[in-house]
């Protein structure tokens, strides 16, 4: 029986980054020339030597570690700092113990994290790879880490306009996130990170965390996926995020059905399973949702930020019977109608949102103090001059009704 091979530490699958290294094992490096401008000692270049025919042999190269660090800190050239680096990456796995005790001192980390500010993607993507797969193997490195700047130089490449580029980034970054203090650092503790928006995170984090619970709540990847599921070619990308989502309810269904029964996909679909997938998944939902009220439907609609004109939003009684209920978890209803005005995001949601706030000091007239407080009348007055007509007009409503409360008053 043919044994399963391990699955590298940080583990990278893009055929123009294999071939890049196959090129550069075999590129010619003036060893001696740089022995004679005296930027390697002969020692070294014994050593060296030594290396390279042990691997050509294919024998054990342990102890060599520190002399490829060394000298790729040391020389400038980019040909023999990708060398090196590459000669680093083969040691992850068979002298994984050699290169920890390196990370201990700092010093490969200082290396590494120069490397990724040459003006060379493979350069710096391979020192992300090694670095990745260091810490997979010595969990006790992980706390003192510097994780925020790995996933900024991550986060450049993948807005690279080279697919290769962005590929690679994005693996080498899932890889990280296999462990918790990676996830803890990217979600929780690095907030000026631009690893993307908050939806990129979590899309690209989904496989990792998805039974930590709860993550559409924090990062908002249920409408990030429902726009990746409308833009896709691929029906195994749909398939993908709604077996995704299955997992999702049924390891958090409460912190999760409120996200999906709001967002909506509105594709149709050739694949019979993915329909059948999708017909299960929905009576999954409608499963979770039938003990819902109106209210809670209303309320987990502007929670999720993406408003609609769904009836309640201009059912008359509506508003009389639940208008006082915004007012409960400290106006948390009404702060969050306030943030979708912030956001200035979506033309339907900016319109809604004016169009509730009407209707919120309409039949509670003392609220219009409370959107002075939080900055939604501001925003509702700017949006006055926006360029699209059913925003202009439903801020103007909401505007006329605040000058209503105020005359009256």
């Known amino acids: 029986m043919t044994a399963v091979p391990d699955v590298p530490a940080a583990m990278v699958n893009n055929q123009f980054f294999d071939e890049f290294t196959d090129k550069v094992r075999v590129k010619p490096i003036p060893w001696e020339g740089y022995s004679r401008a005296g930027l390697i000692s002969s020692v070294e270049l014994g050593q060296l030597r030594e290396f390279q025919q042990k691997q050509q042999e294919g024998k054990e190269v342990g102890g060599y570690a520190g002399l490829l660090l060394e000298l790729a800190d040391r020389l400038s050239s980019i040909d023999a700092q990708q060398y090196l680096l590459v000669s680093l990456d083969d040691l992850v796995d068979s002298s994984g113990a050699e290169l920890a005790e390196l990370a201990k001192s700092g010093e490969l980390a200082r290396v590494l994290f120069r490397s990724m500010e040459k003006k060379d993607d493979y350069l710096g993507l391979k020192a992300g790879k090694i670095l990745v797969g260091v810490l997979a193997g010595a969990p006790g490195l992980q706390r003192g880490f510097r994780y ?22 994005i693996q080498i970054l899932q890889s990280a996130l296999r462990e918790r203090r990676a996830r803890t650092v990217l979600f929780h503790e690095s907030s000026g990170c631009s690893v993307g928006q908050r939806s990129a995170k979590g899309v690209v984090a ?27 070619v691929k029906e195994k990308v749909i398939r993908i995020i709604v077996a995704t989502w299955r997992n999702m309810l049924g390891l958090a269904a409460a912190a999760n059905v409120p996200a999906m029964l709001v967002a909506k996909a509105g594709r149709n679909f050739k694949d019979a399973d993915l329909k059948e997938d999708l017909r299960e998944l929905a009576e999954e939902l409608a499963g979770h949702a039938g003990g819902m009220t109106t209210w809670d439907e209303y309320v987990n609609e502007v929670k999720s930020g993406r408003l609609e004109w769904s009836p309640a939003h201009r059912s008359e009684q509506f508003w009389k019977l639940h208008v006082r209920r915004m007012d ?26 004016c169009h509730d706030l009407a209707q919120y000091i309409k039949f509670n007239p003392d609220g219009k103090r409370l959107l002075a407080r939080i900055g939604a009348k501001a925003h509702v007055m700017a949006l006055m001059t926006s360029e699209h007509k059913e925003v202009r007009y439903e801020a103007l409503l909401c505007v006329q009704q605040l000058m209503l409360n105020a005359w009256q008053n």
């Open 148 to 169: 925020g700047r790995l996933y900024e130089y991550l986060s450049g490449c993948m807005r690279s306009e080279l697919t290769s580029v962005a590929d690679v980034a």
């Open 206 to 232: 989904v496989p990792q965390t998805q039974y930590e619970g709860g993550l559409d709540k924090q990062y908002d990847v249920i409408p990030a996926m429902v726009e990746i599921a409308r833009s896709a």
């Open 328 to 353: 409960e978890d400290d106006h948390r209803v009404v702060r969050d109608l306030a943030r979708v005005l912030e956001a200035g995001t979506g033309e339907t949601a900016l319109a809604v949102a």
